[in-house]
């Protein structure tokens, strides 16, 4: 069964960007550090990195991201969907607008107009319908707005934080909306970050 996961990285105070995000700065002031943990050596930052990299069947994004991503400043061979990992899966964006250039042609974009759901929809068949076992999963990478949303609609089965040891003081929140039930399946502590997997019980519609 494909599941719907939200996977992002937040700081202590639940900040998923630091002050004044934007195309030019993608994680606003002090936001690199929520990242660390995505290019570290410690082994098991490692192993958590590749195998949600390696099992996302579909990323579904936010307009804001997309644009940081694709801008001139975002991914390139090197560094992409899961850091150095730059995987290629499906990738869907929710806009109002979809955009008239893109500069990561290569990469496999669908652009979504009717909000977050049908995003989700369409993530999900292109996983069930490329992955012969069922076993790749949707991923939600962010921003934190579309996570929220979704989590909000009762979209989302798991949430995989990697809880960062910064405090930002302002940015973007991850939660804004409705209360969510939460069952605590993992904690793991490394030298960058605690990674946290809960599994979503309760929220606001489904």
Known sequence: MTRIIADISMSVDGFVTGPDPGPQNGLGTGGDALHTWAF???????????????????????????????GPG??????????????????VVVTSTPPTDIRLT???????????????AVAR??????????????????????IGSALAAGLVDVLSLHLAPVVLGSG???????????????VIATST???LTYDVTATGAR
């Open 74 to 91: 975002g991914w390139d061979d090197t560094v992409g969907y899961g850091a150095t990992e730059a995987a290629t899966p499906p990738f």
């Open 193 to 195: 970050a605690t990674h």
């Open 172 to 186: 973007t929140p991850l939660f804004t909306s409705a209360p969510c039930g939460l069952e605590q399946q993992s």
């Open 125 to 146: 068949d292109r996983v069930e319908a490329a992955a012969s076992d069922n076993d790749l999963d949707v991923v939600l990478m962010g921003g934190g707005a579309l």
């Open 40 to 70: 570290s050596d410690d082994p098991e930052d490692q192993r958590i990195l590749q195998t949600a990299t390696s099992r996302s069947g579909a990323v579904v994004m936010g307009r804001n991201l997309f644009d940081v991503v694709d």
């Open 106 to 120: 290569h990469l496999d974009w669908t652009f979504v107009t009717t909000g977050p759901s049908d995003a989700v």
